[in-house]
């Protein structure tokens, strides 16, 4: 970096820290790591990390070893990805967080929830690999709701993590698909059938796909994402989530 770059970046920070003072979103705390991160180390750690035991399938935190290694929700109904990494739990201050970013726009959090995921691949070093990193699409409906799609920003920090090609054109979800909150966990999963569809000028065949998305609830959507990408030709459908209810 040119004296020049330093010079002018240091006179940039300045500024913006002048107008913008980029204290802890949380604890309203300063730290030097905030000005990247948007909250302070203390207030990241309360963030409630996925811990083992894990399901050996969804990844979710079991309270105790089971024989299988299964939670009981993928020992009756087995979801259709082949394997997940979930990095926090979806409880306490990360509700909260979600819940900011969501309705108020504070996009500076996607930075944070990136942080999150990386932290916790490095953590248990876990290695990517795969073809492709395909992030659950919003419907257009939804899409135009909310003005971004939050498992994109995730897959595009994942993808610049590993080296890994991001690709948005493969899977589509049309805006018909449903609204699904009200109804029964049976008939959301009847619900989503016909969901996905793939963009038929692509090819899957023996691919091996990251599926990435912000939040597992009951796993049901991820879960028919990875079917439409099997039906399709995808050899593996690992399932990449920031946190799960
Ligand atoms: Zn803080
Ligand atoms: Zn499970």
Redesign the pocket.
């Given at each position: 970096m040119l004296a020049s770059d330093i010079m002018f970046k240091t006179v940039y920070d300045g500024l913006l820290d002048l107008f913008f003072p980029r204290n802890c979103l949380v604890c309203r705390g300063w730290h030097p790591s905030t000005a990247e991160l948007v909250l302070c180390p203390q207030c990241l750690e309360r963030i409630p990390a996925n811990s083992p035991p894990f399901?050996?399938?969804?990844?979710?935190h079991l309270p105790a070893r089971t024989d299988d290694g299964?939670?009981?929700?993928?020992?009756k109904n087995p979801?259709a990805f082949d394997q997940?990494w979930v990095a926090a739990r979806y409880e306490g201050l990360l509700v909260e967080l979600v819940r900011q970013h969501k309705f108020s726009g504070k996009t500076a959090l996607r930075r944070t929830f990136a942080h999150i995921i990386l932290a916790f691949l490095r953590h248990y070093k876990i290695t990517l690999t795969a073809d492709m990193i395909v992030p659950v699409p919003l419907s257009s409906v939804r899409l135009r709701e909310r003005g971004y799609n939050q498992s994109l920003f995730l897959a595009q920090a994942l993808g610049q993590y590993s080296g890994i090609p991001v690709r948005t054109d493969i899977l589509e979800r049309p805006s018909a698909s449903l609204r699904q909150s009200g109804l029964g966990r049976k008939e959301r999963f009847t619900n989503m059938q016909e969901a996905f569809r793939i963009n038929p000028s692509v090819t899957l065949q023996k691919r091996t796909i990251i599926l990435v998305d912000d939040l597992l609830t009951t796993?049901a959507t991820a879960s028919q994402a990875a079917r439409t990408l099997k039906e399709h030709g995808a050899s593996t459908v690992t399932l990449l989530a920031l946190a799960a209810a």
């Amino acid at each position: 970096m040119l004296a020049s770059d330093i010079m002018f970046k240091t006179v940039y920070d300045g500024l913006l820290d002048l107008f913008f003072p980029r204290n802890c979103l949380v604890c309203r705390g300063w730290h030097p790591s905030t000005a990247e991160l948007v909250l302070c180390p203390q207030c990241l750690e309360r963030i409630p990390a996925n811990s083992p035991p894990f399901c050996s399938h969804c990844s979710r935190h079991l309270p105790a070893r089971t024989d299988d290694g299964l939670c009981g929700d993928c020992r009756k109904n087995p979801p259709a990805f082949d394997q997940a990494w979930v990095a926090a739990r979806y409880e306490g201050l990360l509700v909260e967080l979600v819940r900011q970013h969501k309705f108020s726009g504070k996009t500076a959090l996607r930075r944070t929830f990136a942080h999150i995921i990386l932290a916790f691949l490095r953590h248990y070093k876990i290695t990517l690999t795969a073809d492709m990193i395909v992030p659950v699409p919003l419907s257009s409906v939804r899409l135009r709701e909310r003005g971004y799609n939050q498992s994109l920003f995730l897959a595009q920090a994942l993808g610049q993590y590993s080296g890994i090609p991001v690709r948005t054109d493969i899977l589509e979800r049309p805006s018909a698909s449903l609204r699904q909150s009200g109804l029964g966990r049976k008939e959301r999963f009847t619900n989503m059938q016909e969901a996905f569809r793939i963009n038929p000028s692509v090819t899957l065949q023996k691919r091996t796909i990251i599926l990435v998305d912000d939040l597992l609830t009951t796993g049901a959507t991820a879960s028919q994402a990875a079917r439409t990408l099997k039906e399709h030709g995808a050899s593996t459908v690992t399932l990449l989530a920031l946190a799960a209810a």
